[in-house]
Each structure stands twice: as C-alpha cells, then as structure tokens.
DNA sequence: TCGATAGTTCGACTAATATCGAATTAATGG
DNA sequence: CCATTAATTCGATATTAGTCGAACTATCGA
C-alpha cells in the first residue's frame, strides 16, 4: 500500500478518461462522487467485491478522475474537479448533467 | 450492405459513447468530422485498413455519434452535433476544445 | 499485542475488443 | 456485362479488460 500516483493534469489523457467512464461501475462512482465532495471506498462497493472495486478505483485514479488519499485505515475519495474542468472545459459538467 | 441502423437519441447510452471513444482511431475520427462537415470512410483510413476502419465506423455509429449514408459507392459520415447537443450539452465541445 | 477493519495486490479465469487478410456486396462507368 | 472502386462481412488470432477469491498490508482500539 505504497502511496498512490495520481497523474499530472498536464498528462491526463481524452483516451483514457473515456476508458475510464466507459464502464457502468466507474461511471456511478464518478457521479456519486460528484455530489459527496469525498467518499471511502466502502460506501460505493454496491454489491460488488472490494477487488473488484480496488481495481475500478486504480482506472479512476489514473485517468486523473479521481483523487485518493488514506485516512487512517479508510482512504477517502474525491473527483478531481477544478483540475478536468480546467484542462477539459464542459466535460464533467456534460456527464454530471444528464439525467441519469 | 442492408441499411445502417442508427440509434434513437433517446436510446444513446454515456458509456457506450465513451467507450466508443477510448480509442485512439475513433477519436481521430471524430475529430475530424468535427470540422469536415462530412467525410467518405477512405479519407479517415490513415495507413490502416479498410476492414479495421469499417469495424470503428460500426462502433461509432451504434454508439450514435456519427451518421452514415451511402452515395454511390461512396459512404460518406457525418458527427451527429445536434443530437448529441441536445442530449448531452457540453459533452462534444468539451472533446473538441481541447488542444490535441 | 491481538483482533478487527479497510483496502490493496496477486493470480487464474473468462469475456470483450482490436487487427487484418480474404471473400463478399453494391454501385458506377465504359 | 465486365472491371473498378468503396466499403462491409467473415474468421482467425492476439491483446486487453473485468471478476473475484485468497493472501497480504496498514491502521486503530481494546
């Protein structure tokens, strides 16, 4: 559990957020992220195992969506926000917007 | 060669979009219809084959971003803005704003 | 220090996806 | 009708991705 490497905005990549989004798991952590302001990993395991969720969470963090930091033995959550909005203008807005 | 189907707006789904995306070809595609108004498949085949190229143009096509139809023996595509607009606001121009 | 709790990592298995040559269909022009 | 051009479909193969149990690591509290 060595800490985590989250990418640099400069070097978040259009291919591979939309890999990231591409998968109904990762979409609906990313939307509930996006109302929560930060959320352990345990509250978005809907069913699903916790490996299962370990390696959705590492697609996340490195397309750039989401930042993941321990505290204590929960690690917590969040979309990185200000930074996609800054290097891709419009596209969590369009994806949070949505309907459903 | 029967009739291309082309998915209702109401039936396009974000995570088909997006996973149609996450490819390097399809974007490039993408991108360029953005400013080409339209296109015949053979001018978006950049040293790849035509059978790879029509496999992307079907993944694209379900997913509701681009529209075919046949002139002749040409096929000729086109990005689906206005759809796309409408149902997801942002979402393409957020894609096409970004630098590269 | 032990036990419980939260996540990660590993490995095996399965399912999807991409690639691309060859065969096929369809329209056009001569 | 035949040759050509444009693109799709088919099949085989290779790569990538998702799933999940089991083992592991780290932290906290009693």
Redesign the interface.
């Known amino acids: 559990m060595r800490p985590y490497k989250h990418p640099d905005p400069s070097s978040f990549a259009?291919?591979?957020i939309?890999?990231a989004?591409?998968?109904?798991a990762r979409?609906e952590i990313v939307r509930h992220l996006a109302g929560v302001e930060q959320a352990a990993c345990g509250e978005l395991e809907f069913g699903r195992p916790k490996s299962s969720m370990s390696h959705h969470f590492r697609i996340l963090r490195e397309a750039g969506l989401v930042q993941t930091h321990a505290a204590g033995t929960t690690h917590l959550n969040t979309l990185r926000k200000k930074e996609l909005d800054a290097r891709?203008?419009?596209?969590l807005?369009?994806?949070l917007?949505?309907p459903r």
């Open positions: 259009l291919e591979r939309f890999h989004l591409s998968d109904p979409l891709f203008p419009g596209l807005g369009a994806i917007k949505q």
